[in-house]
């Protein structure tokens, strides 16, 4: 805003290169599923909303409490705000033997995290490829310019536009890709800690654990100066 217009930092061409070679190039190193569908995982990054493992704790505990006093159906037609407690508590209620419970909730884990690292992944490689493919369109642009080095006039503007994928690529992966990558990386460890927490309660649930007990077992997801101690 203060060194000049902005238009002269918008270039059509530079601007297809770079941000239509990075896709491609990227495209190139996963799957065409994979490459979608971390797009979508990318929104996380931006509207994600991480349940508190607090209230994880305390809903799963009344709900270890009701379930000691009254039975596992008693849980039945409860709300359950997070969907894979919600899933663990389905299983309980239908009757699976605690071994397939455990199972099948260790696969959704395991899938999810899964998922998680292939998008991360994907737009780590975006952060590099952008800088990369930046860096071909000033090369292309500088020999586009030398080969006209007859219009001495001509050269500052034809610098300044060979730069511009420079800049692109740079804005992409340090603004953008880098950034989110780090921050999908963060979530993934962030719903990792809950669902190992949910998946402890699930156990404790249908194992019938005293619920103090339980609570205290699910405290140590917490920091220290999280805990509430009874008294």
Known sequence: MMGG??????????????????????????????????????????????????????????????????????????????????????????????????????KEINLSIERHTVGANMFKSMAIYAPAMGMIGTLIGLVQMLANMSDPASIGPAMAIAILTTLYGAIIANTFAQPLADKLALIRGYEKRNKDLIFESIKGIQEGTNPRVLKQLLDAYLPESKRVVDE
């Open 5 to 106: 217009p902005f238009i002269i930092f918008v270039n059509l061409p530079s601007i297809i290169l770079v941000i239509g070679g990075t896709f491609a190039v990227t495209l190139m190193s996963v799957t065409l599923g994979d490459f979608l569908g971390s797009f979508k995982i990318g929104l996380k990054g931006f509207f994600y909303k991480l349940d508190s493992p607090q209230v994880l704790i305390d809903e799963s505990v009344e709900m270890a409490s009701v379930a000691r006093k009254e039975g596992i159906l008693a849980l039945e037609g409860r709300e359950i705000g997070n969907v894979f407690l919600q899933k663990g508590i389905g299983l309980c209620i239908d009757g699976h033997a605690p071994e397939i419970v455990r199972n099948l909730l260790t």
